[in-house]
């Protein structure tokens, strides 16, 4: 039996991603269509406690769907893992009458959104906004698609000047605990091999390989480097490299905060038009506390609860086919 849902808050939490504008715009326009007041949470579950909290008319809306960031502001707030937080959170909510929450963010923001929905009774759906693409149970998650495109235009400029000098570019990627823009933008990119926090790094196969290469005159090569990797990052990986290799004119690019900008990809647009749309067509019909994701092509939806759990696969075969391309 459903549950009648009249009020409905939404938030982006973590960091922000490409994307998280359009859906936002898509949570308030189905809400506002189906007669629905949306609210937006400023600066994430921050202001669910400092009730910062206004109400978004479908015009409010207007114009974002093309912008990087998000018009609500993100945070990562320690608060909320406290049941005070969570409490005083709920009150805030409860003031205004909000019944069902939109939670876009990645899997930390998913945990919060977890905790509060066993201890209280307001809805929550969760939409996966993150670069990292370290979600499970969705093959894209908002703004991954933006970010490893930026990586992508970025490494093929270094590589004209890498190609200028005949040098070798560690370039390092964003990716904490997760490879994947390192391992899309570098197969995308012809990069001699990808470094990424799931695997460990074998930084003497890396110069094996790489003198190897250098005795057959391919003095050109691209590393890319997720921030993550267990031998240090970038740099330490480039120091590495120099020391052993002199003869290598070596050099170091770290991309950073710019893969998180800019207008988002048609993709992502779409995507997150087609979640946000969905997680309100959600709580009209009484699902909650799950994760909206597109998995071949259809809505699927995950338990919050196992989201926060599972991380995408990470296919063996992909560093296999950078191997055997960048030879
Ligand atoms: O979660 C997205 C992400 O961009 C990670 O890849 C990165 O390690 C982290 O955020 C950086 O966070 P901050 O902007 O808080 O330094």
Redesign the pocket.
């Known amino acids: 039996m459903a549950t009648k849902v009249n009020k409905i808050g939404v938030l982006t939490s973590?960091?922000?991603?490409p994307g998280m504008n359009a859906a936002i715009r898509a949570v308030v326009r189905t809400a506002t269509y189906n007669g629905l007041e949306a609210f937006g949470i400023m600066r994430g579950f921050m202001g669910m406690i400092d009730d910062d909290i206004v109400p978004m008319p479908s015009r409010s809306v207007a114009n974002i769907i093309q912008r990087g960031g998000t018009i609500l502001k993100t945070a990562?707030c320690k608060e909320f893992y406290e049941r005070e937080g969570r409490e005083k959170a709920y009150k805030n909510l409860k003031k205004l009458g909000i019944d069902g929450l939109v939670i876009i963010g990645?899997d930390?923001s998913f945990r919060g959104a977890d905790l509060f929905s066993r201890e209280f009774d307001i809805p929550c759906i969760g939409l996966p906004g993150?670069?990292?693409k370290?979600i499970a149970g969705t093959d894209f998650t908002i703004g991954f698609d933006t970010?490893v495109n930026t990586a992508v235009e970025a490494i093929d400029k270094i590589r004209d000047t890498a190609d200028a000098h005949d040098r070798l570019f560690i370039i390092e990627v964003?990716?904490?605990?997760?490879g994947y823009?390192a391992l899309h933008s570098g197969i995308a990119t012809g990069a001699e091999t990808v470094l990424i926090p799931e695997r460990k790094t074998d930084v003497e196969e890396i110069v094996r390989s790489l003198q190897e290469k250098e005795r057959r005159k391919k003095l050109v090569n691209i590393i890319v480097v997720?921030?993550?990797e267990d031998f240090g990052g970038g740099n330490e990986v480039a120091k590495f490299i120099a020391e052993r290799m002199p003869n290598a004119d070596t050099r170091v690019c770290i991309l950073g905060?710019i893969?998180?900008g800019g207008s988002p990809s048609c993709l992502d647009r779409l995507i997150a038009s087609r979640m946000g749309y969905s997680a309100v067509e959600s709580l009209m019909i009484g699902r909650h506390n799950v994760m909206v994701g597109i998995l071949n092509n259809r809505m699927y939806y995950t338990p919050l609860e196992k989201a926060v759990k599972a991380k995408q696969k990470l296919s063996d075969d992909w560093l296999k086919i950078i191997r055997i391309l960048a030879s």
């Open positions: 973590g960091g922000d991603a990562r990645g930390g993150t670069i990292d370290d970010a964003m990716g904490r605990d997760a823009i997720a921030e993550g905060h893969q998180r």
